[in-house]
């Protein structure tokens, strides 16, 4: 199963501005700039966070975005299924008629389980418990050495 770069770009987006909101609004040139993205990517994720309920934004030259909700009440599964509009990670259901066998396919029963697994498992996180462990992180480790590569 792979993650689209919708779910791991607004992941990373939403945990840079969870980090950084407490000074006020945060623009998306800083973000894009701090996580190394394009801003043109960034300003589609935004929108789509916005009306998913994620974001908030303030206008005017100091403005920027805020998150919309506690860190701890934004679950990681509820995001990845809002950004992948729900479908499912095997990619077959009966909304989708991606393969003549939907109906009598011996092994759609292990795939939708593993997806629903997936899923709970994503829920047990929450951008707060991203955010507790970003001491965690190589780059925040003392006397780290950068990977060779």
Not at 36 to 49: A, C, G, P, Q
Not at 58 to 65: D, P, R, V, W
């Amino acid at each position: 199963m792979k993650f689209t770069t919708r779910s791991r770009y607004a992941t990373r987006m939403l945990l840079d501005i969870a980090m950084n909101e407490e000074d006020g609004p945060v623009s998306i040139k800083d973000v894009a700039m701090r996580q190394e993205m394009s801003i043109k990517y960034l300003e589609k994720l935004m929108r789509d966070l916005k009306k998913e309920g994620y974001l908030t934004s303030t206008l005017g030259a100091k403005g920027g975005y805020h998150l919309a909700r506690n860190p701890s009440r934004i679950r990681l599964g509820e995001l990845v299924q809002a950004l992948e509009k729900t479908e499912p990670c095997y990619g077959c259901d009966e909304n989708h008629s991606c393969c003549p066998r939907i109906h009598v396919c011996l092994t759609r029963t292990m795939w939708e389980e593993a997806s629903k697994a997936m899923y709970q498992k994503l829920n047990q996180f929450s951008l707060a418990d991203l955010i507790r462990d970003t001491s965690l992180c190589p780059k925040n480790q003392p006397d780290s050495v950068p990977p060779r590569i």
